[in-house]
């Protein structure tokens, strides 16, 4: 019995651990608010789903009741989180966060974004052109005998 509670308890703390590195690498990753706290929730229900497991391996009711607050304070986050995004939209007209720097601190050096090297440009192909109807195309000898690409 103990050991089906302890596989259970692994299986959960997996899926928990799965869930915040998830929303760890989205969080890091994206730079589009909406996508931020999307993963920042993410990250909020696998230490509930962590939780919860615990409590119930250990039959207490303390990892449930935090999970109460953290529902809580994951709603209140999300209201508050849904003014801040609008308002910085409509000032900035983008959600990409680089874009705010007029927000840092004053002694805060600008955010630079790493530049893309240059691509060179793209050669166009030479195509063949037909020659006129009844024409005999001028085309060397040598080329006629060997192609060197087909």
Same mark, same amino acid.
């Given at each position: ?25 989205? &969080?890091?990753?994206? !730079?589009?608010?909406?996508?931020? &706290? ?17 409590? !119930?391996?250990?039959?207490? &009711? ?26 910085? &939209? ?11 720097? !007029?927000? !840092? ?12 090297p ?12 037909l ?20």
């Amino acid at each position: 019995m103990v050991d089906g509670e302890l596989a259970l308890l692994n299986g959960y703390l997996v899926v928990g651990a799965a869930l915040v590195g998830l929303g760890l690498v989205g &969080f890091i990753s994206r !730079r589009n608010l909406i996508t931020m &706290f999307l993963a920042a929730e993410l990250m909020l229900q696998g230490v509930s789903l962590s939780l919860i497991a615990c409590g !119930r391996y250990h039959n207490d &009711f303390g990892g449930q009741m935090l999970v109460h607050v953290i529902i809580a304070v994951a709603a209140a986050e999300a209201a508050i989180a849904l003014a801040v995004v609008l308002m910085l &939209f409509q000032r900035v007209g983008s959600l990409d966060v680089a874009l705010w720097q !007029r927000l !840092r601190e004053a002694n805060q050096p600008p955010y630079m974004d790493r530049e893309l090297p240059e691509e060179p440009p793209e050669q166009i192909p030479s195509w063949p052109k037909l020659p006129p109807a009844g024409v005999r195309p001028n085309i060397p000898r040598e080329e006629l005998d060997f192609r060197p690409h087909v």
